[in-house]
C-alpha cells in the first residue's frame, strides 16, 4: 500500500479528495457548459451527448467487473436519440426513443445465448433510463426560446446544492445522514444544500427567467432532496459494485458519472417544476 507525504494529504478535504484538483476541475466543467451555452444551442447537446457517452462506457466497465454484458452500439445510439429527439421533438419523442432503443438492445442481446440474459438486459435497461434518459430532460429544458436561461437555472441550483452540502458539512457535520451508505454525508449538510439552492433558485427565477421568487424557493428545496438522493444512490451502486469511483478521469472527481449523479437525478424534477410553475408562453 502506497503511502501519501504530509504534503499529499494537506492537499486533500475531509471528503477524502484532492481539493486544489477538484476545484479547478469544477470551474473548468462549469466553464464548459457557459461557454458552450454562449454559442449555439447544438453545441451544448454535443457536450451533453459526449458526457452521457462517457458516462454509459464508465457504468458498461463497471458492471463487466461482476459479469454483465450490454450492447454498446445501441446504447449509444439509442442515447443520442434520446438527446436529440427530446431536443427537437418533445418528451413523446423521448420515450418512443428509448422504448425503439430498450427493444434493439434486446434484440442484439439475444444471439449470445440464454446465459445471463434477464441479468443483462435489466443492467441495459436501467442504464438507459438513469443516464440518457433523465439526461435528455436538460435537451427538454434546452428547447424554449428562454431554454439557455433555464439550463442555467438547473446548473446553478444543482451546484448549490452540492456545494452548499459540501460546505456546510465539512464545517458543521456531526449528524450521519446514511452512514451505511455515504458516512461522511450529514443532515447538517443537507440543510446547507436546502439553503443554498434555493437562494440560487431566486436569484435565478428573479433575474434569469423574470419568474416569481416563490418559484425559485420550490425549485431549490426540491432540486436539493433530488440531488441528494441521487448522491446516495450513485453511492449505492458503487458499494454494490466494490468500487470507490467509476473512472478516474477527473482529477479530484473519480469519473464523468461520479459529477452526473445529482444533476441526472435533480433535471427532471427541474423540467418538472419550471414547465408547471412557469410554463413556455
Excluded at 434518459?133 to 431554454?147: C, E, T, Y
Excluded at 464545517?171 to 449538510?189: D, L, Q, Y
Excluded at 433530488?226 to 458499494?239: F, N, P, V
Aim: some cysteine; hydrophobic content about 60%; charged content about 15%.
Amino acid at each position: 500500500m502506497t503511502r501519501e507525504s504530509p504534503a499529499e494529504l494537506t492537499k486533500r478535504s475531509r471528503a477524502g479528495r484532492d481539493l486544489p484538483a477538484a476545484i479547478t476541475v469544477a470551474v473548468a466543467l462549469v466553464a464548459v457548459i457557459v461557454a458552450s451555452l454562449a454559442f449555439v444551442k447544438a453545441l451544448f447537446l454535443v457536450v451533453v451527448a459526449a458526457a452521457i457517452l462517457v458516462a454509459l462506457w464508465e457504468m458498461g466497465r463497471a458492471l463487466a467487473h461482476q459479469g454483465t454484458w450490454m450492447p454498446a452500439v445501441p446504447m449509444a445510439v439509442g442515447a443520442l436519440g434520446m438527446i436529440g429527439g427530446s431536443y427537437y421533438g418533445g418528451p413523446d419523442v423521448l420515450v418512443v426513443v428509448l422504448a425503439g432503443t430498450v427493444l434493439a438492445c434486446i434484440l442484439w442481446r439475444m444471439p449470445r445465448g440464454q446465459a445471463g440474459f434477464v441479468r443483462d438486459v435489466t443492467s441495459t435497461v436501467f442504464c438507459l433510463v438513469y443516464v440518457p434518459f433523465l439526461a435528455s430532460f436538460v435537451a427538454l429544458l434546452l428547447a424554449p426560446d428562454d431554454g439557455i436561461s433555464r439550463v442555467l437555472t438547473f446548473v446553478a441550483v444543482t451546484v448549490a446544492s452540492d456545494t452548499g452540502g459540501y460546505a456546510v458539512g465539512v464545517v458543521f457535520g456531526r449528524h450521519a445522514m446514511a452512514p451505511a451508505i455515504s458516512p461522511k454525508k450529514s443532515w447538517e449538510g443537507f440543510a446547507g444544500s436546502v439553503v443554498a439552492s434555493m437562494a440560487a433558485g431566486v436569484a435565478c427565477l428573479v433575474f434569469l427567467l423574470e419568474g416569481e421568487w416563490w418559484v425559485g424557493i420550490v425549485l431549490g428545496a426540491i432540486t436539493a432532496v433530488a440531488a441528494t438522493m441521487g448522491d446516495l444512490a450513485e453511492s449505492m451502486i458503487k458499494r454494490d459494485l466494490g468500487i470507490k469511483d467509476m473512472s478516474n478521469i477527473l482529477p479530484g472527481h473519480g469519473g464523468i458519472m461520479d459529477r452526473l449523479d445529482s444533476l441526472l437525478a435533480g433535471v427532471a424534477v427541474v423540467w418538472l417544476v419550471l414547465h408547471f410553475l412557469l410554463p413556455v408562453v
